[in-house]
């Protein structure tokens, strides 16, 4: 099978070639044109640079015999000497370089002629001659010497020039040639390579991009498409593989749908018999699946947007659901919807949670509404009730206490000993039992929303230290410090100042009585935004970890601790208080090392809060 990899050796095996061919041809030419260019430097370059260098030598010989005639022997004997030495020197290296037919014999008869023009050249030097025969010797045998030297120097030179030009015309030639040739076979290598990328274009490009444009239209959900196969080379067998993908993704679509199907009708069925309001959202708020009890008694319509509905707490929870992955913390009448069913009104608590993928990403919230009408009627006559027998038992409790008073006072007769013991033990349980029907009816007039409050500001450190001051005679007597580490650049709070500090005489007495003597009570202040907290640190006996979140229940009390002779609502009056006030308390405590409270108070007017 003729396949990819055999067709990519071939493709680049033929461009590989092509250069290899252009390789080995252009250092072929450069060394035939080196050796043309070597054949005119070293051959016939050296033989006329010394054929030049004998004329002009020469000619200076001539010179300086004629310095001699006209009474410079010195000056014309140095000139002689000293080119005598050059033109033996220049002849020598044509000797030496003698590479054209018939030089070799010019070189010969050079050499010949210089010997005798050396032999007139002593004669005429001998002082014993005088200045008319050296003349006759120099004009009659030394000159004619001298031009036929000349002339034989020149005739090797032209010899050499010619042949330098036949070389040049030689390298030029082969310039052309080896031009001709590189040029041809660049013109094939580029026609060779331009069927390769043609043939590269119908074996791997074009069918890479018909698989790209099936893998994307595979991505937007196409999965009818089947890839076209050409060949039966490793694309052709990726474009099989790529149409059998296609055939198992169908084949599982097919599957998951009616799977997808069946999951929904019967995840529907299930919601449609779920008693409360439950509805599924996605990431932009739109509802997907809902109870029928989501459908009839909020609108909660799947395809329907929950900003296009009037609930703006949920609203608000499913934006920080978005934003954070989880809500935020509500107040209790922030999760509470009323409704008016057939005319009947019924009351619902919201609940929303966050719903995530394996890898923790978020894909949708889920909403539900459970009715609560029962509890919040039950609630409504607990509260009437305990309002009411409060009441009741407030007044005949007043008259009772009244009359051990005068008892006490022995307005009606002296008493005995025994007597007094017995109506101070009555008096100290009518006084607990007073406190605690004044906190019930407290506790019912902060739920009912009767209780008025009278919002104005003071500063955090007066706050506490007005808090303070009924209990710092008892924390002395029992061996307690009281430390306070106030900021004192706080702003400061919108508060009821009369029911604040009945939450800090909660908070205080509760830690006087859990603290034993040698210990240590703390109050704090720290800003929270727009909110101060307070903290209230003791080091007592601190609470079991299991009844944390119990212990701002009405009438709890941690069980086994025997100090405490209270009906357990103190922390519940200051939680109302406190988020009366737009606040929260919160409690953390470590068994046997001690505990702390903390609420917060705004430092902006709530009264909007009490509407």
């Given at each position: ?271 449609d018999r779920l008693p409360d309001a439950v509805a599924i959202l996605d990431t932009e708020g739109k509802v997907e699946i809902s109870s029928a009890a989501a459908r009839n008694l909020f609108g909660l319509q799947p395809g329907v947007r929950l900003a296009d509905l009037s609930f703006k707490n949920l609203q608000t929870l499913f934006r920080q659901i978005v934003s954070h992955g989880q809500p935020g913390k509500p107040e209790d009448r922030q999760r ?241 208080i406190v988020e009366a006030h737009g606040g929260n308390i919160n409690v953390e405590s470590r068994e046997g090392q001690g505990t702390t409270f903390s609420f917060t108070l705004k430092t902006e007017n709530p009264q909007s809060y009490q509407e």
């Amino acid at each position: 099978m003729f396949g990819l990899r055999h067709k990519l050796s071939l493709g680049f095996g033929g461009l590989f070639l092509i250069i290899l061919i252009i390789g080995i041809q252009g250092i072929i030419r450069l060394h035939e044109l080196g050796q043309s260019i070597d054949v005119i430097l070293r051959e016939n370059y050296l033989s006329v640079v010394a054929c030049k260098q004998m004329k002009e030598t020469l000619e200076s010989m001539d010179r300086g015999v004629l310095f001699t005639f006209l009474g410079y022997r010195q000056e014309g004997m140095e000139k002689i000497r000293r080119n005598e030495v050059l033109f033996d020197e220049a002849l020598k290296k044509e000797l030496n370089n003698v590479t054209l037919p018939g030089e070799k014999e010019k070189a010969a008869k050079l050499q010949e002629l210089f010997t005798r023009y050396q032999a007139i050249l002593r004669n005429i030097e001998k002082q014993t001659l005088s200045v008319e025969d050296r003349k006759r010797l120099y004009f009659t045998g030394l000159w004619p010497l001298s031009q036929q030297i000349r002339q034989s120097a020149e005739d090797i030179l032209l010899l050499n020039q010619k042949n330098m030009n036949e070389a040049n015309d030689k390298a030029r030639k082969q310039a052309a040639s080896a031009r001709r040739q590189m040029v041809l076979l660049l013109l094939s290598g580029a026609f060779i390579a331009m069927i390769f990328i043609g043939f590269t274009g119908k074996w791997i490009l074009h069918p890479l991009r018909r698989l790209i444009r099936s893998a994307e239209a595979i991505r937007d959900g196409n999965l009818e498409l089947v890839v076209q196969v050409d060949s039966r080379d490793e694309i052709g067998r990726l474009s099989e593989a790529f149409n059998d993908m296609a055939e198992s993704l169908r084949e599982f679509r097919r599957s998951d749908h009616a799977r997808l199907i069946r999951t929904q009708r019967a995840t529907q069925e299930a919601f449609d018999r779920l008693p409360d309001a439950v509805a599924i959202l996605d990431t932009e708020g739109k509802v997907e699946i809902s109870s029928a009890a989501a459908r009839n008694l909020f609108g909660l319509q799947p395809g329907v947007r929950l900003a296009d509905l009037s609930f703006k707490n949920l609203q608000t929870l499913f934006r920080q659901i978005v934003s954070h992955g989880q809500p935020g913390k509500p107040e209790d009448r922030q999760r509470f919807f009323q409704r008016f069913v057939n005319g009947d009104e019924r009351f619902f608590r919201s609940e929303m949670a966050p719903l995530a993928d394996r890898s923790g990403g978020l894909t949708g919230v889920i909403l539900m509404m459970q009715d609560v009408t029962e509890q919040q009627r039950l609630h409504e006559m607990k509260r009437g009730m305990i309002s009411t027998v409060s009441h009741q038992l407030k007044t005949p409790l007043t008259s009772v206490r009244m009359a051990i008073h005068l008892l006490l006072e022995e307005k009606v007769g002296p008493l005995t000993e025994k007597q007094v013991e017995l109506l101070l033990a009555a008096r100290e349980e009518s006084d607990l039992l007073y406190r605690i029907l004044t906190d019930l009816l407290d506790i019912s007039r902060i739920g009912s929303g009767r209780l008025q409050m009278n919002f104005r500001e003071v500063t955090p450190q007066i706050l506490v230290l007005e808090a303070l001051e009924p209990v710092r005679i008892a924390a002395r007597d029992q061996g307690i410090e009281i430390v306070t580490e106030l900021d004192d650049a706080l702003p400061p709070v919108f508060v009821d100042p009369i029911q604040i500090s009945q939450v800090f005489s909660n908070l205080l007495n509760n830690a006087l009585r859990y603290t034993a003597p040698g210990g240590r009570i703390t109050i704090s202040t720290a800003a929270e935004g727009k909110m101060v907290r307070f903290f209230v640190t003791d080091t007592g006996s601190g609470i079991p970890h299991q009844f944390l979140q119990r212990i701002f229940e009405q009438f709890f009390r941690v069980p086994d601790q025997q100090t405490d002779k209270g009906a357990g609502l103190g922390l519940a009056i200051a939680k109302e208080i406190v988020e009366a006030h737009g606040g929260n308390i919160n409690v953390e405590s470590r068994e046997g090392q001690g505990t702390t409270f903390s609420f917060t108070l705004k430092t902006e007017n709530p009264q909007s809060y009490q509407e």
